[in-house]
């Protein structure tokens, strides 16, 4: 409070000794007087000067915020001002506004897009926007570029906007809701929002425009009232309680700067304050984004709601419907409706939305271990393939990589892929990067190893490009610029559960889990606290008398068996399916599995598929069996044999990501606009965990039955 105040009489000391000194200025600079709502850059654009050039002569003042109301600044021209008056703008589809025309701009040696930017007073975006090459290559000497030239438009002024603190649950959707705005525009009136993320902390501040009726320009006597200042309040605490910026106040209230401060028992008049309205955020409400060229009817058909309670949630809407509004619409409406981080998705096909002027290049990291086989020897090199795994990995997503490029290319998409080998050695791919330019790469594919994952992140990022893990699902560090495509247990267990959950109506539930299995029977509880706890001898095997005590004849029993070991899963089969033959009545099964965690142990050749079979055991799987689809023939076709589940993962991941690339060429953004994928035998749908990075949602549920594993149809 102390150096507002401060920095408010040192403009007006400021102001003093400049005008005296303004009759003796060469004619190579002027004096303006700062007037109510004129910013740095305001001034700037009427004087045609940089925002620098007016820092350089005004020691004063060393950033745009020092810019104070009837500060007197000396510019650095001859030119007389000239007025923006903001007629006849035009706007595009984004609400932006749109160049009036264009200029060509030959690139010349040693120039780089800030400086280029500079010169012709555009942001980089704006310049990238209408020169889509710069986003995959780099500024090179020759280049002709296409410079947006926009009209001179007046700048709104800071009085209408005003800060607002990001609360617990709010998400920029349900922020530019509340604010009557479009997301985008939100984007750009707090441009230091992270780009790669749609995070949002709690406690955070955002610029906003302030409601209509709030700036002091639109206020008037009746609509003020009279505060009587507590002992310990601060000009902060009260432009929080009344929704005004502080600079504000002062206005409004001359004297606190001519008593040098706000003081105990001052009188002093404020806005009255507007009435609280409901709390908006993802607890209550779901939202969506309008897209150009809808109309209401198509809404209330793709949202299914009525037109009444679409308007009665958004009165907004009585003034008519407008591409970037952001509607509010019930939690209830989730089940119905495909909503990801509380955003409702529009279905689309990514096959039709490819941009086929766009060319993906992307770089693969993967452990070929050449440098351990030998590729003379036939039989040898053979039985390497066969025992490693790390090759097996390697060449599976390899192979069905390149059948995925052959696949792209019939949809007339360009793709540069390029694969590298890292001999799971990380000095080797600290050299192999070397040589790469990692920023003119739109993702990077690997490496699969964790410690080389963590290597290559971290220089990716530096260059904002998004890494794909193949096989991984989570990391112990924070890298959040990778897409971890295997689900993580977490996820694997709670589609379980939810599927369990809803099924479920009063069958006898009993948890039977060894020591290592604690987090999955602590979830399980935690669903369904009635379920009983089987006991376990000293020798980690089953306590028999103790379970059958606890199975039901009069009820069918589920049964959730937790283990990573392949004897023990064998045992408790065996039992269940014992006890389950006892039991059956006609038809009727009485006992059925389930577990959350499918590993090595249950498809272990000791666990017999005929008693796993007859329980009907049910878990979740990351991925299914890929069947005699398109995929299959054109793999066949290429290498003379079926495709392994590794080459199906690198078909689909390789499909997938492209596909993405092709729609936006920007893997952050094109996820938060897709949702669920699914191909041959994976699915993927990424959720952004802001700081952790990107994770993989897409889990099938799978059934044994008859001897066969097959999805399960939950809908």
Request: aromatic share 8%.
């Amino acid at each position: 409070m102390k150096k507002i105040i401060f920095r408010t009489l040192l403009g007006l000391f400021v102001l003093t000794l400049v005008s005296c000194k303004a009759t003796a200025q060469s004619t190579g600079t002027t004096t303006h007087i700062v007037k109510e709502g004129e910013t740095l850059q305001s001034i700037a654009k009427t004087y045609q000067v940089t925002p620098y050039s007016i820092l350089v002569n005004n020691q004063n003042v060393r950033s745009a915020q020092d810019v104070k109301l009837n500060m007197s600044l000396v510019i650095p021209t001859d030119r007389k001002p000239t007025v923006a008056t903001g007629t006849g703008v035009k706007r595009d589809s984004t609400g932006q506004i749109a160049p009036t025309g264009f200029a060509r701009h030959r690139v010349k040696r040693k120039e780089t897009i800030f400086s280029i930017t500079q010169q012709y007073d555009i942001t980089e975006e704006q310049l990238k926007k209408y020169n889509k090459e710069l986003y995959a290559s780099t500024l090179k000497k020759g280049m002709v570029l296409r410079i947006p030239e926009y009209p001179e438009v007046a700048e709104e002024t800071e009085l209408d906007f005003e800060t607002y603190t990001v609360s617990a649950k709010e998400t920029r959707w349900s922020i530019a809701h509340k604010y009557g705005i479009s997301v985008d525009s939100l984007v750009a009136l707090n441009p230091d929002l992270p780009k790669n993320s749609a995070y949002l902390a709690v406690g955070q501040e955002l610029k906003l425009p302030r409601p209509k009726g709030d700036s002091l320009k639109e206020q008037n006597v009746a609509i003020f009232e009279s505060y009587t200042v507590p002992k310990s309040i601060g000009l902060f605490r009260i432009s929080q309680d009344y929704g005004i910026s502080m600079d504000s106040i002062i206005k409004l209230n001359p004297e606190i700067a001519e008593r040098n401060g706000l003081k105990e028992g001052m009188v002093i008049r404020l806005p009255k304050r507007r009435p609280q309205t409901e709390i908006v955020n993802t607890d209550n409400y779901i939202f969506y984004e309008v897209k150009p060229k809808q109309n209401i009817f198509r809404l209330t058909q793709n949202l299914k709601i009525s037109r009444d309670s679409l308007f009665a949630l958004n009165p907004e809407l009585e003034n008519g419907l407008k591409a970037g509004m952001v509607l509010k619409l019930p939690k209830s409406k989730t089940g119905d409706l495909e909503v990801k981080n509380a955003l409702v998705l529009d279905a689309f096909n990514l096959v039709d939305s490819v941009d086929v002027t766009l060319k993906p290049r992307v770089l693969y990291l993967l452990p070929f271990r050449l440098d351990r086989i030998n590729l003379n020897n036939k039989e040898k090199t053979e039985a390497q393939i066969k025992s490693r795994r790390d090759v097996k990995y390697a060449l599976g997503l390899y192979t069905g990589a390149l059948v995925a490029l052959d696949s792209i290319k019939k949809l007339g998409l360009s793709v540069d892929a390029k694969f590298l080998d890292t001999q799971l050695n990380l000095e080797h791919l600290k050299n192999s990067l070397r040589q790469e330019r990692l920023n003119e790469y739109d993702a990077v594919v690997g490496p699969v190893s964790p410690g080389l994952l963590s290597e290559v992140s971290v220089k990716a990022t530096a260059h904002g490009v998004p890494v794909v893990a193949p096989f991984a699902s989570t990391s112990e560090l924070s890298l959040n610029n990778v897409f971890f495509s295997m689900p993580n247990d977490a996820v694997l267990r709670d589609r379980l559960l939810d599927y369990a959950e809803k099924k479920r109506t009063d069958e006898n539930l009993i948890i039977i889990a060894d020591q290592k299995s604690e987090a999955a029977r602590d979830s399980i509880l935690a669903r369904f606290p009635m379920a009983r706890v089987a006991k376990m001898s000293e020798d980690g095997s089953l306590h028999l008398v103790d379970f059958q005590t606890m199975i039901s004849e009069q009820k069918e029993n589920w049964v959730f068996v937790e283990t990573k070991q392949p004897n023990l899963a064998a045992s408790i089969t065996s039992i269940l399916n014992a006890s389950n033959l006892e039991m059956v009545e006609g038809s009727k099964t009485r006992v059925k599995m389930f577990t959350t965690n499918f590993n090595d142990a249950f498809d272990s050749e000791v666990v017999s598929k005929t008693h796993l079979s007859n329980l009907d055991f049910v878990f979740p799987s990351a991925y299914k069996e890929s069947a005699s689809d398109s995929f299959s023939k054109a793999y066949r076709k290429k290498f003379g044999m079926l495709p392994d589940r590794f080459a199906v993962r690198g078909f689909d991941l390789t499909y997938d990501l492209l596909l993405k690339l092709a729609h936006k060429k920007n893997l952050f953004e094109t996820s938060r606009l897709v949702g669920l994928t699914e191909y041959s035998g994976n699915r993927f749908n990424y959720y952004d965990d802001w700081s952790s990075g990107y994770f993989n949602e897409g889990v099938y549920l799978m059934q044994y039955d008859e001897l066969r594993i097959k999805e399960i149809d939950i809908e």
